[in-house]
């Protein structure tokens, strides 16, 4: 892990990057670490990761393949695009070029004085498609006891390579290769893959949900995260900023970031100034998140939404059909479409509850949502 300077500010508000503190996965990292160390095969090398915007999939992506590379694996990183297959190779090759020096694919092309005059190409360039490629490759790592994670970030089930590259792996697995697959998308996409036929044997792949961190560990990783810089907050202010957060990775971020900035030299920033820290992180949330998530939404999606505000923490699917005047069936679909879009979450009783923070402000400013609170 890289540590920042601490004159810099040490939050990460943007997407994709690693934070500083990773806050509520310990175990699960444990977990992958395990399965990476192990001569076993674990369940948790093919994993399929969801998660609303925000809560830390491509992050994770990136530091579980770090790790993995730590002990001893060869890791490529794919987005879900076309092309996808041929990047797979061509990282493959460049990666684990150390090991496939000398190997049939790959020979010499020039020779002469000098390491730098010596060319080398990969001469199985064309031969055989892709799968025997891919192939050749895994023997020649397999000779030295090395995996390959595969990690596909931003999946699209409609995409034929990437059910291509799931059924190629579905293969390497029964071959008994030393293999891995991690994939992460938002919730609707890993479940409209997992409906897919063709790859159903993904159904037996660990699912990983990101859901809301709990609040002890955004407190600690957000005073953890500022022990790492010249500043600090008060207790106080701690226990405000977990509450505004609501257990949302990119908002820690976005509010530590906030508070942070508005403090100015070193060492403890006054309440009132962290105070308008927080209120910006939030107006930021509103414009960077929760405007492009609720533009993404039908009328009755959002219907179902205002009629949630109505309730002070979480609500009921029958109350919520009432307000909308709708049979509880109809509202069940609205219910399942936004708990696919990672806009609520599940808490237990078949409950329902904002899985994103702010949400309720945010509504309640729309024109849509003064509506609602007058009729
Ligand atoms: N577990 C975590 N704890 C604290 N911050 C995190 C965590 N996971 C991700 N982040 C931060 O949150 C932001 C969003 O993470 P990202 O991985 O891009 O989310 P996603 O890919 O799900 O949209 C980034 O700034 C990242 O540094
Ligand atoms: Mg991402």
New binding site residues.
Partial sequence: MVYANVEDNPF????????L?????GQLLSEFDRAFSSQARRPSLTSLIS?A????????LTLVEERAQERGWIAVDLVSLPGMLEDALEQTRSRAAHLLKGADDVRLTSLGVGPLSVGVSHSNQGRGNWRTQLTGLLDELAKHGVGLLITVDEITPGLDELIQLVSTYQLFVREGRKVALLMAGLPHSTSMLLRDQSVSFLRRAQQVRLGR?PDFEIEK?LRDTFAHSCKSVSEEILAEAVQVIEGL??M??LVGFRMWEEGTGGGLIDDDTAREGIRLAKEEMKSRVLLASYQDLSPMDRRFLYAMTEDPVDSSVPDVARRMGKSNSYATQYKNRLLEQGVIGLCGNGRVRFELPVMREFLAETDEGQGWSQS
């Fill in positions: 990460t508000p943007s997407f994709g990057e690693v934070p503190v990773m806050a509520g996965r998660g915007r925000g809560t830390g999939k491509t992050a994770l961190i990783a990775p990119f820690m971020q």
